[in-house]
């Protein structure tokens, strides 16, 4: 059934395709096994040449110095985590109730108002950077978490109505009859009903948004100063300053990165469906 | 208009009698759209705000020349000069060059290993879950840190790259990586690459999973061979899917910014230099505000183009066709 197993018998083909899984495996993962494996090397294994990788050097003193001496870190973790949670609901909560009626209810023009919607997704963030940053001066609300969260609504909410969208549109339609037949309203089929098995995608669509505000960097950039920097822009200006301390820098950026990859690779499975339907369906 | 709309919204409104069967009574219509209404409305309101007013405003200030003095801004009207200007400009249209030669080779690239690690994964031997794991990673990282990485890793004097090549003796000596304009353009495109790939397989995955097995029974009836069941089968069923793939990536490519500033700062010798980084470049530190606005609205005509593109390869796949 194998699309890959051709005509040259079976056995070399499969080697084709092992030789094939090896080579993309490992350039997907060898970049990431160094940066592990050399945030867990001391200065002098690292500078080495080659570098010497034998586990008798690991340790764990890169984590220990970066912790301690950089209190930045833990402020842009901080808010980067306040930033992406609030972000990341505010964008659940009017995202949902969109998504679900350009699904299921009545809307004017919700075709354009769908396209629209994917059409901001394609928007280069330069395009609306530089009156943001006017008009985000003028307010005083330079290098506040505030607006980066809103800002950040400018990706986040296009992204989640959708991922949800995509969803909705696959509700089977007799839920909600028999929602209406129970005498349920609009608003409580959606509250009560619909809400409670979209739990999944919910999760997707939460995922999604809190990564790419976690990992946004170019209006963290521009926006921020010292008191909302996050972490991207602690990375950044670590990398600037330590650039000779290797080993720090590699052990400063596996902590910034953890928390979403883990919750990527708890959540990978959703992430790629939702997207795929939210993109293809249209 | 919204707001007259609004007015119908009564949704605690005592229910009237329950409905069975498709709604066709006129004033559930009326309530499906008044609470449709009352569900789009914040959320395109926020979207006006953060979206539509700074790109009308990003248009007209593109066509001023604004002067900042002692923390205020003195604009005058020019017109298109800042549009013409750029056109003289070399560092623009170097910038340009850049951005074309890095879009084109992303999405070539992007698209055909991604399309060929698919492939794979979807093979019996591919299947495992562990590898699904370890390919969502690189799309996760921040590029950002991706940056700090590769900048470590391409290092000239203690890079891993350099001492895997010399020990492995494809190289007789170290070299300096982002040393020299296109030798640095190539291989912030490859960072770029390698960190795109995994999710684009993914999704190309997904595609594959969705083509009807059937298919494939009756190609090998037919006797078609490994690569007539790929390129009659599985490429006509990817369609859509590909050339979607392929416009996004090209919209996603033009918004590098992270890398650059990262890895190279635009050096050497504005080698690295994409129009995302020259417009940041202009506005922010140039301070040459009506300029950069410029840049930015021709990225964002661009982008524009390729989204009106998308929108419309989008919609045969609306009536059925296997995405």
């Not at chain 2, 353009?185 to 999973?209: C, E, H, N, Y």
């Not at chain 2, 790929?230 to 992270?258: A, E, N």
Request: net charge positive; glycine share 8%; charged share 10%.
């Amino acid at each position: 059934m194998s699309l890959l197993r051709s005509s040259f018998g079976p056995r070399v083909a499969d080697a084709g395709v092992i030789v094939g899984l090896a080579v993309f495996v490992t350039w997907s993962i060898a970049p990431i096994a160094w940066l592990l494996l050399s945030s867990i090397l001391p200065q002098l294994s690292l500078i080495d040449q080659p570098p010497d990788i034998s586990f008798v050097h690991w340790t764990l003193d890169n984590y220990i110095t970066v912790m301690g001496s950089a209190a930045t870190l833990g402020r842009g973790m901080l808010n980067s985590f306040i930033v992406a949670a609030f972000t990341t609901a505010v964008a659940l909560a009017l995202g949902a109730p969109a998504a679900y009626a350009l699904a299921r209810l009545s809307v004017p023009r919700s075709g354009a108002v769908v396209l629209l919607i994917l059409a901001t997704q394609m928007l280069p963030a330069i395009a609306i950077a530089i009156p943001l940053f006017i008009v985000i001066s003028r307010l005083g609300l330079i290098d506040t978490r505030f607006a980066l969260i809103v800002v950040y609504l400018s990706f986040n909410l296009p992204i989640v109505i959708w991922i949800l969208r995509g969803f909705f549109l696959g509700v089977p339609a007799g839920l909600e009859r028999a929602a209406a037949v129970d005498g349920a309203g609009l608003i409580r089929t959606f509250w009560m009903i619909v809400l409670p098995i979209s739990i999944p995608p919910l999760c997707a669509a939460a995922v999604f948004a809190f990564i790419e505000s976690w990992n946004e960097f170019f209006f963290a950039l521009i926006l921020t100063r010292q008191n909302a920097q996050t972490v991207p822009l602690v990375i950044a200006a670590f990398a600037g300053q330590y650039q000779t301390v290797f080993g720090q820098m590699m052990a400063a950026a596996v902590i910034s990165v953890a928390p979403v990859i883990l919750l990527a690779i708890l959540f990978r499975n959703h992430i790629v469906r939702g997207f795929a339907d939210g993109m293809l369906k249209g | 208009m919204i707001t007259a709309k609004l007015a119908v919204v009564r949704p605690d409104a005592p229910s009237r009698a329950p409905l069975a069967g498709p709604p066709v009574s006129g004033t559930f219509e009326q309530r499906r759209r008044g609470v449709g209404i009352l569900f789009v409305t914040p959320a395109l309101l926020i979207l006006a705000a953060i979206l539509g007013y700074p790109i009308l405003r990003s248009l007209i200030l593109a066509m001023q020349h604004v002067r900042l003095a002692s923390g205020h801004m003195h604009v005058h009207w020019i017109g298109w000069d800042n549009y013409i200007d750029l056109i003289s400009d070399g560092s623009f249209a170097l910038a340009l060059r850049n951005t074309i030669l890095f879009s084109l080779g992303e999405v070539i690239l992007v698209t055909t290993i991604g399309l060929g690690a698919a492939l794979l994964l979807n093979h019996r031997f591919g299947r495992h879950g562990i590898l699904r794991i370890l390919l969502i990673i690189p799309w996760a990282i921040a590029p950002v840190a991706n940056a700090v990485l590769w900048k470590w890793i391409l290092n000239a004097n203690y890079g891993v790259l350099n001492a895997v090549l010399k020990s492995l003796g494809l190289i007789d000596h170290y070299v300096v990586w982002l040393g020299q304009p296109v030798r640095a353009l190539t291989l912030l495109l490859l960072v770029d690459v390698w960190k795109s790939v995994p999710f684009i397989a993914l999704l190309f995955l997904a595609g594959l999973q969705r083509i009807p097995k059937i298919l494939y029974r009756a190609a090998i009836l037919d006797g078609a061979s490994g690569w007539q069941r790929f390129r009659f089968v599985t490429l006509p069923s990817l369609r859509s899917t590909i050339t979607i793939v392929v416009v996004l990536q090209t919209i996603w490519s033009l918004r590098v910014f992270d890398l650059v500033f990262v890895l190279t700062r635009g050096g050497p010798a504005d080698g690295t230099v994409l129009l995302n980084f020259l417009a940041y470049r202009v506005t922010f530190n140039f301070l040459n505000i009506g300029s950069g606005a410029a840049i930015a609205n021709v990225i964002f005509a661009m982008s524009f183009v390729l989204a009106l593109l998308y929108i419309w390869l989008l919609q045969p796949s609306r009536k059925g066709t296997t995405a």
